[in-house]
């Protein structure tokens, strides 16, 4: 899918006009050039064109519609600064699936400065991010070594005395639904499996890193529900649809929003003052334009960035980045679907919203194959674990 450039200017000498359409042209490749983005085509509008009437950028709907993703622009002044206008073409291109980034928000010429600026502040930003415990890098690379035996992963959680509460604390949780308390690590591990212990030590061990903070607007019980009745929608829909893979998909959704808690409390003036905003919108698309614009990155892309840093296995950071837009993963298509349905679904059932399988693509559905059955099937098991996941707060103590 393409990336287009689209550059537009009022002024009304051509001397002028085409002066700024260079700015505009340089600015966007500075910005493409900052985030890695190729550009396949620059568009101009003409010289003639007046706030109602912009030949080149209909042309480019018309025309690209199905195969181009982004348009990038200097600011919404240049689709239009005739309001209604301007809304229509927005709306559109939502309609067809385009996303628009705007360099900046206003009229304002050249944000180049502030972009270059964003980009290294958010860089600094994650080298503050704290690195995973020592502990946890240790289990994870135990679980990934298949000659590795429990008593070597106990022994390593054991060493660990606020660990080993914790993860016994998550296993006799609601979530997990044991009748008969789980006393030892050594148990826990007969009793859940390798590949379930390494996620619970690593939920836990993120639980350390980003317990709630005081006095903030961003609701950490809110947030750690979703991603936990995520991460059960998720395993649930891998056993509906009998898969052979990915067994740790428990962990994997367990983290799949885990930007959204790195900006609350690494960038929390700039995300805090718009948090209320995201909140009341169902559009990802939207959520991330509102991210971005307050914080130079979303929630996707600076998880991506804090778990390669972290050196989990790749899939990790990949369904963070893509559990929004699966069909753009090129190696893990599955487990960001997965993800991908069982948010939406989480989101319906926390929301009180009836299910809706339209946002579900029934060629990727058919390719994995998930039925309609299946969605229900998870719609009315996530339902019932609503009440489970409740006490969410012991996991931080
Ligand atoms: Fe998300
Ligand atoms: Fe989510």
């Known amino acids: 899918m393409k990336t287009l450039a689209y550059l537009s200017s009022y002024k009304t000498l051509k001397n002028d006009f085409y002066e700024e359409i260079e700015k505009q042209k340089a600015n966007i490749e500075d910005y493409a050039f900052q985030y ?31 195969s181009v993703k982004t ?40 944000a180049n400065k502030n972009i270059l ?17 020592h502990v946890v890098t ?7 070594d298949d000659n590795s035996s429990a008593f070597t992963l ?42 379930t212990i390494r996620g619970i030590v690593l939920s836990a061990g993120i639980f350390k890193i980003f317990s709630p903070q005081k006095n903030t607007i961003f609701d950490y019980e809110d947030f750690w529900r979703h991603c936990m009745l995520t991460a059960m929608a998720s395993k649930h829909l891998l056993r509906l649809i009998d898969s052979p893979t990915h067994h740790d998909i428990f962990s994997i959704a367990f983290l799949h929003d885990l930007g959204k808690i790195i900006l609350a409390q690494y960038d929390y003036d700039n995300y805090l003052n718009v948090y209320p905003q995201i909140q009341e919108q169902d559009d990802y698309r939207v959520k991330f334009r ?28 990949e369904v963070c980045l893509y559990h929004h837009t699966p069909q753009l993963s090129k190696d893990y298509e599955f487990a960001c679907t997965l993800v991908y349905i069982s948010d939406t679904i989480v989101n319906y059932v926390v929301k009180g919203k009836l299910l809706d399988t339209k946002p579900f693509e029934e060629d990727t559905l058919s390719r994995f194959n998930i039925t309609q059955e299946n969605l229900e099937d998870l719609y009315t098991y996530t339902t019932e674990q609503v009440e489970k996941v409740k006490d969410i707060t012991g996991f931080f103590n």
């Open 290 to 317: 509102i991210e971005e614009e307050a914080c130079g990155i979303n929630h996707c892309e600076i998880a991506y960035s804090v778990l390669n840093s972290w050196n989990l296995p790749s899939v990790f950071p």
């Open 117 to 133: 600026q964003k980009t290294t502040e958010i860089k600094s930003k994650i080298k503050e991010i704290p690195s995973l415990p």
């Open 36 to 66: 890695d983005i190729c550009i396949d085509r620059f568009f101009t509008e003409s010289f003639e064109s007046n706030d109602t009437s912009k030949p080149v950028l209909i042309n480019i709907i018309h025309d690209y519609y199905d």
């Open 154 to 195: 106990s022994k390593i959680i054991a060493g660990d005395l606020g660990l080993t509460s914790k993860v016994l604390k998550i296993v006799n949780s609601a979530v997990y639904g044991f009748e008969k308390q789980i006393t030892s690590i050594r148990q826990a591990i007969v009793v859940l499996g390798f590949t």
């Open 138 to 144: 240790k289990v994870m690379e135990v679980v990934q």
């Open 71 to 110: 348009i990038i622009a200097q600011n919404p002044n240049s689709i239009s600064r005739n309001s209604d206008f301007r809304y229509w073409i927005l709306d559109e291109l939502k309609r067809i699936g385009i996303d628009i980034i705007f360099l900046e928000n206003t009229g304002e010429p050249v």
